[in-house]
């Protein structure tokens, strides 16, 4: 079984920039895609990033803004978010084991328990 620990969530003001982690446990190496989505309050879970080994993919939101990263040596998966926006506001979901289908949640195996980024104006 699976565990995703995340980390990094918290207040930032509109354009500042934050770095989300999530370290899956009972691993020793992350062999699996890996991904991030958000939901915001009263809408749905939606798809930010995934990464494939070197491959990586983004929601047309944060393309530019949002960059997915892994970490072998660390066994650690992150997201840095710059130039944050208030639709950014959501928790997020670090997820991971997927058979290919990166942009709907049913698509992944694991979920971990979200963390929550507000962003201020």
């Known amino acids: 079984q699976v565990q995703l620990v995340e980390s990094g969530g918290g207040l930032v003001q509109t354009g500042g920039s934050l770095r989300l982690s999530c370290a899956p446990s009972?691993?020793?190496?992350?062999?699996?895609?890996m991904g991030w989505f958000r939901q915001a309050p009263g809408k749905e879970r939606d798809f930010v990033a995934a990464?494939?080994?070197?491959?990586?993919y983004y929601a047309d939101s944060v393309k530019g803004r949002f960059t997915i990263s892994t970490d072998n040596a660390k066994n650690t998966m992150y997201l840095q978010m710059n130039n944050l926006q208030s639709d950014d506001t959501a928790v997020y979901y670090c997820?991971?084991?997927?058979?290919?289908?990166?942009?709907?949640?049913?698509?992944?195996?694991?979920w971990g328990q979200g963390t929550q980024v507000t962003v201020s104006s």
């Open positions: 990464i494939n080994w070197s491959s990586t």
């Open positions: 997820v991971a084991d997927s058979g290919g289908a990166y942009y709907s949640p049913p698509g992944w195996a694991y």
């Open positions: 009972g691993l020793a190496t992350i062999n699996f895609p």
